[in-house]
């Protein structure tokens, strides 16, 4: 019960800080700035489900993906792990993630699948988090990674609701200093990835 626990508040501090959805909504706000309430609204269901199905399908498919490209879990872990730690330090750098940018939509319709959905909801860094949480192949630790992630979807499009409400009572230095604390939470889970893997490929 306690390595669930454990297993649990790792995935939900993994996504947490990989999704960030307190210095997303400042995105949010820009992208939707001319829009009414209830656009706001669906694009945001929008976003946060169409985020949800493709983590799940990679989290559920990842091993026939690995098998289908002969991909190794070590080279899967250093690869992702090296992923993850260039975000969280384009992060401590006050950058905009380059693996997540992406021009603006022409459309409002497209907002909510690009860029909102992907890549900064469901980019690159939150699949690999995903499915190096969901590679230890026990189908508990699988629907834990899945429920943990649909909390993270909801914490999201409840963030995106309050938008204006959480950048007014926080401001947007202190949004900076969060987004900064999640890049240096997220280096330490990329290089945590490439030690693992390391470990994995020459001492196991």
């Not at 649990?8 to 700035?33: E, R």
Request: net charge positive; aromatic share 10%; proline share 3%.
């Amino acid at each position: 019960m306690d390595n669930i626990l454990a297993f649990t508040l790792s995935v939900f501090t993994g996504f947490f800080a990989i999704m960030n959805p307190i210095a997303n909504v400042p995105i949010f706000a820009s992208l939707t700035d001319d829009l009414d309430k209830a656009t706001k609204r669906s694009i945001s269901k929008r976003a946060t489900i169409t985020a949800f199905v493709i983590v799940v399908v990679f989290v559920v498919l990842g091993k026939f993906i690995f098998e289908l490209f002969g991909i190794t879990i070590p080279a899967f872990k250093i690869t992702g792990g090296i992923l993850i730690f260039y975000v969280g330090f384009e992060m401590l750098q006050s950058k905009k993630s380059s693996v997540k940018h992406i021009k603006e939509p022409e459309t409002h319709e497209n907002i909510a699948i690009s860029p909102l959905a992907i890549p900064i909801l469901a980019g690159p860094g939150t699949i690999v988090t995903a499915m190096n949480f969901a590679s230890k192949g026990n189908y508990i630790n699988i629907l834990i990674v899945i429920a943990v992630f649909a909390v993270m979807c909801l914490l999201t499009h409840i963030a995106f609701e309050l938008g204006e409400k959480i950048v007014k009572r926080l401001g947007k230095n202190l949004i900076v200093v969060i987004g900064k604390i999640m890049g240096l939470i997220i280096a330490i889970i990329g290089t945590n990835m490439i030690i693992t893997g390391i470990k994995a490929a020459f001492f196991e």
